[in-house]
């Protein structure tokens, strides 16, 4: 394991107004609340008419809203290399990481630290990237071969980390050589890994088209994967060794998306998952949010839109955690719901 660059670490006080206005004229980011859809009923998941409302808007991309003990929200930033935690009493938002080496996924571990996905090429890897004294690199390669584009990923309670590394769309894969001025090289396929605490990454599906949102059961006892380019969400049984086994297709999705990222399957789109205190699992699709029950049944779709794209990830947050907020496209939507989202972890 290697140290991570120093990265500056913005602290500011959600609660001084003038600071974070100067922070968003100098980001040149904006809070537009405005109410633009309203949700169908899932019984015990949201009533019949409740808002969706976008709260912020004008990120250079936003993925990966977690929602933390203390009732703030964190999210990533990747397009400007940030992450960011925001009041959800008040929707201020301040800069918590100022350089992520364009984290996507973000979880946050039993002690508090922050770990992300990271995939500025040339240095793609998971690391732990808050508190600022505790940065470290955890996996920067398999075999010696470095990462494709880290997306998305979970910590279990023992500080063992699974993450999904769904490679470049035709699109990614296009603005990197235009980047770089030269063509790609090989790189690593899709695939989904586990990193043992302290240990090196093992790899455990390489199956899936675009593997991208990953997610655990309540008891941690199942890992939840979906596919950007697939119908159906996959789940697995994790033995006592963090490994898995017992393939199988948990839930089908019924969203598509309008977009074609160049892969082919079935263009679902399905990206970032969480879960409810019932165990209920939500996947933003390119359909909006779908609920699954904790027996794959499909219960319903909360029609989230993220325009001009689809929505990315999604986290309940709050004091209560009874909001969900769905993210994607440079902007953060929420809904409120009767569920309240699992309380057992950030994510």
């Known amino acids: ?160 980390v699974y993450f999904t590394d769904p490679g470049l769309t035709v699109q990614q894969a296009e603005a990197l050589v235009k980047r770089l001025g030269a063509p790609l090289g090989p790189r690593l396929p899709p695939a989904v890994y586990y990193i043992p605490p302290g240990g090196a990454a093992i790899k455990i599906e390489d199956k899936m088209i675009r593997p991208n949102g990953i997610q655990l059961s309540r008891d941690e006892k199942v890992l939840y994967i979906s596919d950007s380019n697939g119908a159906d969400v996959i789940a697995w049984d994790i033995q006592p060794d963090s490994l898995v086994r017992n393939r199988r297709a948990f839930g089908t999705l019924t969203g598509r998306s309008a977009r074609d990222n160049g892969l082919g399957g079935i263009k679902t789109f399905a990206d970032g998952m969480t879960i409810d205190n019932e165990g209920r699992l939500y996947i933003a699709t390119g359909g909006g949010v779908e609920v699954l029950s904790e027996q794959g049944q499909h219960l319903g779709t909360i029609p989230v839109r993220c325009p001009p794209a689809d929505c990315q990830n999604l986290a309940f947050a709050g004091k209560a955690k009874t909001t969900l907020y769905v993210a994607g496209a440079g902007s953060l939507y929420k809904v409120e719901t009767i569920a309240r989202g699992f309380t057992g972890r950030a994510k």
């Open 1 to 160: 394991m290697g140290r991570m660059r120093p990265i500056a670490t913005i602290a500011v006080m959600l609660g001084v107004l003038c600071t974070h206005t100067a922070l968003h004229t100098a980001q040149g980011q904006t809070t537009a609340p405005a109410v633009v859809g309203a949700a169908v009923a899932i019984p015990g998941v949201v009533r019949a008419g409740a808002s969706i409302e976008r709260i912020l808007t004008g990120y250079d991309g936003l993925d990966d809203p977690i929602g933390l003990s203390d009732g703030a929200l964190v999210f990533s930033e990747p397009g400007a290399r940030r992450v960011h935690r925001m009041n959800t009493s008040t929707n201020a938002v301040s800069v918590l990481v100022a350089e992520s080496n364009e984290s996507h996924g973000v979880t946050e571990d039993a002690t508090g630290r922050l770990i992300s996905a990271q995939a500025w090429d040339g240095s793609t890897r998971i690391g732990i990237i808050h508190p600022p004294e505790r940065q470290t690199v955890l996996s920067a390669n398999f075999e010696g071969r470095p990462y494709s584009r880290p997306n998305d990923l979970i910590v279990t309670r023992r500080g063992g």
